[in-house]
């Protein structure tokens, strides 16, 4: 399968603790991204990471990418009950085609 | 960010007919856009690369015959579930390219064979 592996499958946690997902793929990549899903709803594009990159932060979010592990992991640090949804990584094929290769997801559960 | 649309939503329909998903970039043009499928509780699996003027490229396991894709313009690429049946039931999302790293994806159609 091209698909990555992400864990945990599934995370529940308490509104205020912080949640870490984690990632890992097996080709060479361009760059890797962070996306969000609501129950029934679209892809919401969280954060994009380059291959040249290691941190990234946006907001509450914060991004790593280790290119000799192939992994990278998103933390949400002060998670809100918001937060609760799935959470997948994609990423490039490396081919410059734009295909994205998406990761199996983590369930984000946040209890208020 | 820019703005993907996907019509129908929602759609439900008889086994063996057709049903047309199209997926529309709303405020850029898209040369490339991308078709997934999505089972409940699972990842995103492409399904195929939808090229503005050319045929549609498909991911292996993904019979051409059965999902049709036309990108017709820069705008707009539709997918035509024929002779549908209830094992074709899922949420299919496209997403358009706007430039190298950056795609954007619509909401989503959920389409339901009974």
Redesign the interface.
Known sequence: SQ?GEEDPQALSIQEGENATMNCSYKTSI??LQW?RQNS??????LI?I?SNEREKHSGRLRVTLDTSKKSSSLLITASRAADTASY?C?H?DSG??????????T?LQVKP | ?AVVS?HPSRVICKSGTSVKIECRSLDFQAT?M?WYRQFP??????MA?SNEGSKATYEQGVEKDKFLINHASLTLSTLTVTSAHPEDSS?Y?C?A?RS??E??????T?LTVL
Do not use: C, E
């Open positions: 698909q361009n760059n996306y029934g709803r679209g892809l919401v594009h994009l380059r997948f994609a490039d410059n085609t734009g295909k994205l290769i998406f990761g199996q997801g369930t | 960010g996907q490339t991308f509780k699972k990842s995103l699996m492409l690369t949420f999302i997403s390219r190298v790293g795609q954007f994806f619509g909401p989503g959920r």
